[in-house]
């Protein structure tokens, strides 16, 4: 099956500072999407990514297909931003769930 | 805005017992999924659900059956709890359309089997 590597595992940053994360997955895929799991373990969509750029508020996300990657970016950061941040990738045709990265932990202090 | 909601936040369990976990979207999605989620590990897909009483073993689905009786329904089903069983349960509902294939995600059981 397809492997999802992202990169940094954690990330502790000043409020204020940009960021990026990255994840590399090893197959070509039909859908990616970027979750934010706040403290109380709820996730979130951030965006459905499986190419092109795209922007909302103070993230964006690209991800270049043909190399097999992606990246998210969160500037302006503030302590509300603080999770962990997932990748996931679907290869196949159809919707058969999910392969996950094992996240970014990033911890914006104050 | 889509809604997929999880009976319990927190359940405890003993090793032996049979476990349910409930999950209900609102959207009328025809899929719908089980993951699992250990510190290191990321989320694991168990078991997936493409339409009524329809199923499909997803990564680790060893210990575990579901049952889909209603669209909006999926339930995971620990037959005989164990210890390594321990862990937080994710379910989610599948949105198709134009904007993207989404994943709507509820906010989580932590089981714990002593």
């Known amino acids: 099956g397809i492997q999802v590597e992202q990169s940094p595992p954690d990330l502790i940053l000043q409020e204020g500072a940009n960021s990026t994360l990255r994840c590399n997955f090893s197959?070509?895929?039909?859908?990616l999407q970027w979750f934010h799991q706040n403290p109380w373990g709820q996730l979130i969509n951030l965006f459905y990514?499986?190419?092109g750029t795209k922007q909302n508020g103070r993230l964006s996300a690209t991800t270049v297909a043909t190399e097999r990657y992606s990246l998210l970016y969160i500037s302006s950061s503030q302590t509300t931003d603080s999770g962990v941040y997932f990748c996931?990738?679907?290869?196949?045709?159809?919707?058969?769930?999910?392969?996950f990265g094992k996240g970014t932990h990033l911890i914006i202090q104050p | 805005d889509v809604k997929v909601t999880q009976s319990s936040r927190y359940l405890v369990k003993r090793t032996g017992e049979k476990v349910f976990l409930e999950c209900v979207q609102d959207?009328?999605?025809?899929?719908m999924f089980w993951y699992r989620q250990d510190p290191g590990l990321g989320l694991r897909l168990i078991y997936f659900?493409?339409?009524?009483?329809?199923?499909e073993k997803g990564d680790i689905p060893e210990g575990y059956s579901v049952s889909r009786e209603k669209k909006e329904r999926f339930s995971l089903i620990l037959e005989s709890a164990s210890t390594n069983q321990t862990s937080m349960y994710l379910c989610?509902?599948?949105?198709?359309?134009?904007?993207?294939?989404?994943?709507?995600f509820g906010a989580g059981t932590r089981l714990s089997v002593l």
């Open positions: 996931a990738v679907e290869g196949g045709g159809g919707a058969d769930g999910l392969t």
């Open positions: 197959d070509s895929v039909n859908n």
């Open positions: 990514i499986p190419s």
């Open positions: 959207m009328d999605h025809e899929n």
């Open positions: 659900s493409y339409d009524v009483k329809m199923k």
């Open positions: 989610a509902s599948l949105r198709l359309g134009a904007g993207g294939d989404i994943q709507y």
